[in-house]
Protein backbone atom coordinates (compact mmCIF):
# COMPACT_ATOMS: atom_id res chain seq x y z
CA UNK A 1 0.00 0.00 0.00
CA UNK A 2 2.73 2.30 0.46
CA UNK A 3 5.28 3.86 -2.35
CA UNK A 4 8.57 3.20 -1.61
CA UNK A 5 8.93 7.26 -1.37
CA UNK A 6 6.69 6.57 1.39
CA UNK A 7 8.82 3.81 3.05
CA UNK A 8 11.57 5.87 2.94
CA UNK A 9 10.05 8.97 4.58
CA UNK A 10 8.84 6.61 7.34
CA UNK A 11 12.26 5.06 8.32
CA UNK A 12 14.29 7.84 7.71
CA UNK A 13 11.79 10.34 10.31
CA UNK A 14 10.09 7.67 12.23
CA UNK A 15 6.52 8.78 11.26
CA UNK A 16 4.32 9.23 7.67
CA UNK A 17 0.76 10.77 6.85
CA UNK A 18 -1.46 9.17 5.31
CA UNK A 19 -4.67 10.29 3.20
CA UNK A 20 -7.89 7.79 2.27
CA UNK A 21 -6.91 5.14 5.31
CA UNK A 22 -10.51 5.16 6.07
CA UNK A 23 -13.35 6.58 4.04
CA UNK A 24 -15.66 10.04 4.99
CA UNK A 25 -18.66 7.87 5.94
CA UNK A 26 -16.09 5.81 8.55
CA UNK A 27 -14.71 8.87 9.62
CA UNK A 28 -18.11 10.64 10.47
CA UNK A 29 -19.69 7.42 12.38
CA UNK A 30 -16.20 7.84 14.66
CA UNK A 31 -16.56 11.24 15.18
CA UNK A 32 -20.48 10.57 16.13
CA UNK A 33 -19.95 7.42 18.27
CA UNK A 34 -17.18 9.13 19.50
CA UNK A 35 -19.13 11.93 21.14
CA UNK A 36 -21.38 9.94 22.20
CA UNK A 37 -19.06 7.93 24.27
CA UNK A 38 -17.47 11.40 26.02
CA UNK A 39 -21.29 12.32 26.82
CA UNK A 40 -22.09 9.27 28.32
CA UNK A 41 -19.28 9.41 30.82
CA UNK A 42 -19.18 13.35 31.04
CA UNK A 43 -19.30 13.32 35.10
CA UNK A 44 -17.28 10.66 34.85
CA UNK A 45 -12.92 11.62 36.06
CA UNK A 46 -11.35 11.89 32.66
CA UNK A 47 -8.89 13.99 33.35
CA UNK A 48 -5.65 13.02 31.99
CA UNK A 49 -3.33 16.26 32.06
CA UNK A 50 0.20 15.47 32.07
CA UNK A 51 1.60 15.74 35.45
CA UNK A 52 4.94 15.54 36.84
CA UNK A 53 7.76 18.77 36.74
CA UNK A 54 8.63 18.88 32.65
CA UNK A 55 6.48 22.69 32.71
CA UNK A 56 7.72 25.89 35.01
CA UNK A 57 4.70 27.11 33.74
CA UNK A 58 2.26 25.99 36.79
CA UNK A 59 -0.41 28.03 37.26
CA UNK A 60 -1.01 27.64 33.22
CA UNK A 61 -0.48 23.75 33.60
CA UNK A 62 -2.74 23.74 36.46
CA UNK A 63 -5.65 25.55 34.73
CA UNK A 64 -5.93 23.74 31.23
CA UNK A 65 -7.69 20.41 30.71
CA UNK A 66 -7.52 17.26 28.76
CA UNK A 67 -10.15 14.31 28.69
CA UNK A 68 -8.99 10.63 28.06
CA UNK A 69 -10.99 7.28 27.73
CA UNK A 70 -9.19 4.05 26.65
CA UNK A 71 -10.59 1.10 25.07
CA UNK A 72 -12.78 2.31 22.59
CA UNK A 73 -13.55 -0.62 21.14
CA UNK A 74 -15.06 -2.18 23.91
CA UNK A 75 -17.24 0.89 23.48
CA UNK A 76 -18.83 0.65 19.86
CA UNK A 77 -18.35 -1.43 17.07
CA UNK A 78 -17.24 1.41 14.92
CA UNK A 79 -13.79 1.28 16.76
CA UNK A 80 -13.24 -2.41 16.43
CA UNK A 81 -14.38 -1.96 12.51
CA UNK A 82 -11.30 0.69 12.44
CA UNK A 83 -9.05 -1.40 14.03
CA UNK A 84 -9.78 -4.63 12.02
CA UNK A 85 -9.05 -2.32 8.91
CA UNK A 86 -7.54 -4.24 6.02
CA UNK A 87 -5.66 -1.05 4.60
CA UNK A 88 -4.41 -0.19 7.70
CA UNK A 89 -3.29 -2.99 8.47
CA UNK A 90 -1.75 -3.53 5.07
CA UNK A 91 0.17 -0.59 5.99
CA UNK A 92 1.32 -1.46 9.70
CA UNK A 93 2.74 -4.50 8.26
CA UNK A 94 5.05 -3.39 5.31
CA UNK A 95 6.53 -0.95 8.53
CA UNK A 96 7.16 -3.16 11.07
CA UNK A 97 8.34 -6.01 8.76
CA UNK A 98 5.17 -8.63 9.69
CA UNK A 99 1.62 -9.63 8.85
CA UNK A 100 0.98 -10.96 12.42
CA UNK A 101 -0.39 -7.71 14.48
CA UNK A 102 -1.22 -7.55 17.82
CA UNK A 103 -3.41 -5.26 19.98
CA UNK A 104 -1.73 -3.13 22.96
CA UNK A 105 -4.09 -0.61 23.50
CA UNK A 106 -6.72 2.17 21.91
CA UNK A 107 -7.56 5.31 23.79
CA UNK A 108 -8.91 8.75 22.67
CA UNK A 109 -8.06 12.60 23.65
CA UNK A 110 -10.40 15.38 23.60
CA UNK A 111 -9.04 18.87 24.10
CA UNK A 112 -11.19 21.36 25.21
CA UNK A 113 -11.19 25.13 23.52
CA UNK A 114 -9.44 27.66 24.70
CA UNK A 115 -7.62 25.51 27.70
CA UNK A 116 -6.67 22.14 26.06
CA UNK A 117 -4.04 21.06 28.41
CA UNK A 118 -0.73 20.43 25.96
CA UNK A 119 1.46 17.35 26.43
CA UNK A 120 5.48 17.34 26.91
CA UNK A 121 7.77 15.98 24.51
CA UNK A 122 8.08 12.12 25.07
CA UNK A 123 8.65 8.49 23.94
CA UNK A 124 6.09 5.81 24.35
CA UNK A 125 8.85 3.23 24.86
CA UNK A 126 9.23 4.43 28.39
CA UNK A 127 5.76 3.47 29.03
CA UNK A 128 5.85 -0.14 27.56
CA UNK A 129 8.97 -0.92 26.29
CA UNK A 130 9.46 -3.67 23.86
CA UNK A 131 12.87 -5.92 23.34
CA UNK A 132 12.45 -5.28 19.36
CA UNK A 133 10.89 -2.05 19.31
CA UNK A 134 7.93 -2.86 17.05
CA UNK A 135 5.34 -0.88 18.21
CA UNK A 136 3.72 1.65 16.37
CA UNK A 137 1.03 4.23 17.19
CA UNK A 138 -1.80 5.03 14.89
CA UNK A 139 -2.69 8.89 15.37
CA UNK A 140 -6.58 9.31 13.31
CA UNK A 141 -7.73 13.07 13.47
CA UNK A 142 -11.13 13.86 14.12
CA UNK A 143 -10.70 17.42 13.03
CA UNK A 144 -8.49 20.02 11.22
CA UNK A 145 -5.22 20.28 13.88
CA UNK A 146 -2.49 22.84 13.84
CA UNK A 147 -0.05 24.52 16.12
CA UNK A 148 -3.12 27.10 17.91
CA UNK A 149 -5.90 23.72 18.85
CA UNK A 150 -2.92 21.48 19.99
CA UNK A 151 -1.94 19.38 17.07
CA UNK A 152 0.64 16.99 17.00
CA UNK A 153 4.28 18.33 17.40
CA UNK A 154 7.58 15.61 16.45
CA UNK A 155 11.51 15.45 16.11
CA UNK A 156 11.68 13.60 12.52
CA UNK A 157 14.37 10.91 13.05
CA UNK A 158 14.61 11.00 16.30
CA UNK A 159 13.70 7.82 16.57
CA UNK A 160 17.14 6.45 15.61
CA UNK A 161 18.50 7.84 19.00
CA UNK A 162 17.10 4.65 20.71
CA UNK A 163 15.40 4.87 24.26
CA UNK A 164 16.39 8.14 25.82
CA UNK A 165 17.53 9.02 29.39
CA UNK A 166 14.02 9.38 31.23
CA UNK A 167 13.47 12.62 33.20
CA UNK A 168 10.02 11.68 34.06
CA UNK A 169 8.55 12.06 37.77
CA UNK A 170 7.65 9.21 40.53
CA UNK A 171 4.31 8.99 42.38
CA UNK A 172 5.23 7.03 45.27
CA UNK A 173 3.31 7.17 48.84
CA UNK A 174 2.06 10.37 47.78
CA UNK A 175 5.46 12.11 47.34
CA UNK A 176 6.57 12.83 43.81
CA UNK A 177 10.49 11.97 43.43
CA UNK A 178 12.46 11.34 40.46
CA UNK A 179 14.01 8.69 40.54
CA UNK A 180 12.92 4.83 42.12
CA UNK A 181 16.06 3.63 43.16
CA UNK A 182 15.92 4.68 47.05
CA UNK A 183 12.41 5.80 48.78
CA UNK A 184 11.01 4.30 52.19
CA UNK A 185 7.31 3.13 51.76
CA UNK A 186 5.75 0.82 54.93
CA UNK A 187 4.71 -1.56 51.16
CA UNK A 188 6.24 -1.13 49.10
CA UNK A 189 4.38 -2.40 46.18
CA UNK A 190 3.59 -1.29 42.50
CA UNK A 191 0.23 -0.03 43.55
CA UNK A 192 2.04 3.18 45.06
CA UNK A 193 3.87 3.65 42.02
CA UNK A 194 2.94 5.97 39.51
CA UNK A 195 5.17 7.52 36.24
CA UNK A 196 4.65 10.43 34.04
CA UNK A 197 7.71 10.03 31.63
CA UNK A 198 9.28 12.71 29.42
CA UNK A 199 12.26 13.83 27.72
CA UNK A 200 15.00 16.42 28.60
CA UNK A 201 12.47 19.56 27.34
CA UNK A 202 15.66 21.89 27.02
CA UNK A 203 16.85 19.22 24.25
CA UNK A 204 14.03 18.66 22.55
CA UNK A 205 11.68 22.04 23.28
CA UNK A 206 8.13 21.59 21.23
CA UNK A 207 8.99 25.31 19.87
CA UNK A 208 11.88 23.37 18.06
CA UNK A 209 9.84 20.02 16.82
CA UNK A 210 8.09 20.00 13.66
CA UNK A 211 4.55 20.78 13.56
CA UNK A 212 2.28 17.96 12.36
CA UNK A 213 -0.91 20.19 11.09
CA UNK A 214 -2.76 17.19 9.75
CA UNK A 215 -6.79 17.23 8.27
CA UNK A 216 -9.67 15.54 9.52
CA UNK A 217 -9.50 11.91 8.66
CA UNK A 218 -5.88 11.98 8.32
CA UNK A 219 -3.97 9.08 9.86
CA UNK A 220 -0.13 9.50 11.53
CA UNK A 221 1.29 6.16 11.89
CA UNK A 222 4.78 6.67 13.84
CA UNK A 223 7.25 4.51 16.15
CA UNK A 224 7.62 4.66 19.85
CA UNK A 225 10.33 5.72 20.37
CA UNK A 226 9.59 8.69 18.19
CA UNK A 227 10.20 12.12 20.37
CA UNK A 228 6.73 13.58 20.44
CA UNK A 229 4.25 16.01 21.99
CA UNK A 230 1.38 18.40 21.25
CA UNK A 231 0.74 21.76 21.41
CA UNK A 232 -2.11 23.46 23.78
CA UNK A 233 -5.37 24.04 22.35
CA UNK A 234 -5.56 28.39 22.47
CA UNK A 235 -8.39 28.16 20.02
CA UNK A 236 -11.93 28.40 19.76
CA UNK A 237 -12.29 25.00 18.41
CA UNK A 238 -12.69 21.37 19.91
CA UNK A 239 -9.54 18.97 19.07
CA UNK A 240 -10.48 15.46 18.91
CA UNK A 241 -7.89 12.42 18.26
CA UNK A 242 -8.16 8.37 18.48
CA UNK A 243 -5.26 6.07 19.19
CA UNK A 244 -4.59 2.79 18.62
CA UNK A 245 -1.42 1.28 19.52
CA UNK A 246 -0.23 -2.12 17.77
CA UNK A 247 3.11 -4.29 17.85
CA UNK A 248 4.45 -7.50 16.13
CA UNK A 249 3.14 -10.72 17.74
CA UNK A 250 6.84 -11.86 17.88
CA UNK A 251 8.50 -8.73 19.66
CA UNK A 252 7.91 -9.56 23.95
CA UNK A 253 7.77 -7.61 26.24
CA UNK A 254 10.86 -5.73 28.42
CA UNK A 255 8.91 -5.37 31.87
CA UNK A 256 5.02 -5.87 32.92
CA UNK A 257 3.42 -2.62 32.27
CA UNK A 258 0.06 -1.34 31.26
CA UNK A 259 -1.92 -4.12 30.56
CA UNK A 260 -5.33 -2.96 29.03
CA UNK A 261 -8.68 -4.29 28.04
CA UNK A 262 -8.37 -6.88 24.70
CA UNK A 263 -4.32 -6.50 24.57
CA UNK A 264 -3.11 -8.84 22.53
CA UNK A 265 -6.17 -9.28 20.30
CA UNK A 266 -4.64 -10.63 17.06
CA UNK A 267 -5.27 -8.23 14.43
CA UNK A 268 -3.59 -9.66 11.76
CA UNK A 269 -1.90 -13.20 10.70
CA UNK A 270 -1.79 -15.24 14.02
CA UNK A 271 0.23 -15.41 17.78
CA UNK A 272 2.55 -17.70 18.17
CA UNK A 273 3.26 -16.77 21.64
CA UNK A 274 -0.90 -16.46 22.42
CA UNK A 275 -0.58 -19.58 24.99
CA UNK A 276 2.27 -18.10 27.44
CA UNK A 277 1.01 -14.69 27.12
CA UNK A 278 -2.45 -16.05 28.29
CA UNK A 279 -1.03 -17.73 31.20
CA UNK A 280 1.04 -14.61 31.94
CA UNK A 281 -1.82 -12.21 31.95
CA UNK A 282 -4.59 -15.19 33.94
CA UNK A 283 -1.21 -15.31 36.61
CA UNK A 284 -1.55 -11.30 36.75
CA UNK A 285 -4.77 -11.18 37.35
Given at each position: MLTEFQRKFYFDNGYIVLDDVYSTSEIDECSSEYDRVFELKKDSDLEATWKGNWTKDTASSLSTQVLSIHSLQNHAAIFTKMLLKDTLLEIVADLIGTKDILLHHTKAHVK?????????????????????????????????????NGGLAVFPGSHKLGPLEDKGDVLVCGITIKSLTFYHCAKPTSRHVKGWHYVDQDKFP????????????????????????????????????????????????????????????????????????????????
Amino acid sequence: MLTEFQRKFYFDNGYIVLDDVYSTSEIDECSSEYDRVFELKKDSDLEATWKGNWTKDTASSLSTQVLSIHSLQNHAAIFTKMLLKDTLLEIVADLIGTKDILLHHTKAHVKPPGKGSPFPMHQDYQYFPYKNDSLVAVFIHLDDTNTENGGLAVFPGSHKLGPLEDKGDVLVCGITIKSLTFYHCAKPTSRHVKGWHYVDQDKFPIDKATPVNARRGQVVIFSYLLVHGSFANKSDKVRRMLLFQMMSAHDEKLRETHCSPCQGMVLSGSNPNAEASIKKRHVAS
